[in-house]
């Protein structure tokens, strides 16, 4: 069963430190995983998107890493601010049928 | 361009009541899905058509069934509504192997 999980289910960190979310996932075939911030109420908006051979990429302050072999992945925010307080959701694309995989979402709290 | 518009944004309804929402996608998309979510609650796939045709669908009652024009506009309707059907409804348009993009989502509350 296609499946993704994500971990913690939420998190609170101090302003200005730096935070790990994490992603695995049980999709197959894989076409690409996708990483989105949602805040409170409105949809939400795409941070990062990795295919099968990338293994780490970079936006802004976020940096999402991809480990294909053990079907896990990583988002780190680096120097945390008030305003990435949201939901962070991972999302696995199935080749086979363009379904989009989504995970429950960490919901993560900065703290001043 | 313009983004993934939804309407409307706010909506009250009485249980057994139906309801229809409307998403129109970002011009050139053709694949519209519906996403259901609850308080604390990840997104819940509802169904996704494309070029007028639903393509996936997710575990939902029939009680939630939708449409798609030859615009790509699409229409949800929940027939019969629950108290559990409260929630945030958000549509997302694609186009060919692109990100989904969503609207602001419709906020249903069934009283």
């Known amino acids: 069963k296609n499946q993704v999980e994500q971990s913690p289910q939420s998190l609170i960190i101090l302003e200005g430190k730096n935070c790990t979310l994490q992603?695995?996932?049980?999709?197959?075939?894989?076409?690409?995983l996708r990483w989105y911030k949602q805040d409170t109420g409105r949809g939400p908006v795409s941070l990062t998107i990795?295919?099968?051979s990338e293994n780490t990429k970079s936006n802004g302050r976020y940096t999402a890493t991809l480990d294909a072999d053990t079907k896990q992945s990583s988002l780190h925010i680096t120097a945390s601010q008030l305003s990435d307080s949201a939901s962070y959701i991972c999302?696995?694309?199935?080749?086979?049928?363009?379904?989009?995989?989504w995970g429950a979402g960490t919901k993560l709290i900065i703290k001043p | 361009k313009a983004g993934v518009t939804q309407t409307p944004r706010y909506l009250i309804k009485t249980r057994g009541q139906q309801v229809t929402l409307s998403c129109s996608p970002i011009?050139?998309?053709?694949?519209v899905s519906w996403y259901q979510q609850t308080p604390g609650q990840g997104l819940q796939f509802l169904f996704e058509?494309?070029?007028?045709?639903?393509?996936n669908k997710g575990n939902f009652p029939g009680r939630f069934s939708g449409r798609q024009f030859s615009n790509s506009r699409s229409e949800m309707n929940v027939s019969t509504l629950e108290l559990g059907d409260s929630a945030l409804y958000l549509c997302?348009?694609?186009?060919?192997?692109?990100?989904?993009?969503f609207g602001q989502g419709t906020r249903l509350t069934v009283v």
């Open positions: 992603c695995n996932y049980t999709v197959s075939p894989f076409s690409n």
């Open positions: 058509y494309f070029s007028e045709t639903q393509r």
């Open positions: 990795m295919t099968f």
């Open positions: 997302a348009s694609r186009g060919i192997n692109t990100e989904a993009f």
């Open positions: 999302v696995v694309s199935a080749d086979s049928n363009y379904q989009l995989i």
């Open positions: 011009s050139g998309h053709r694949s």
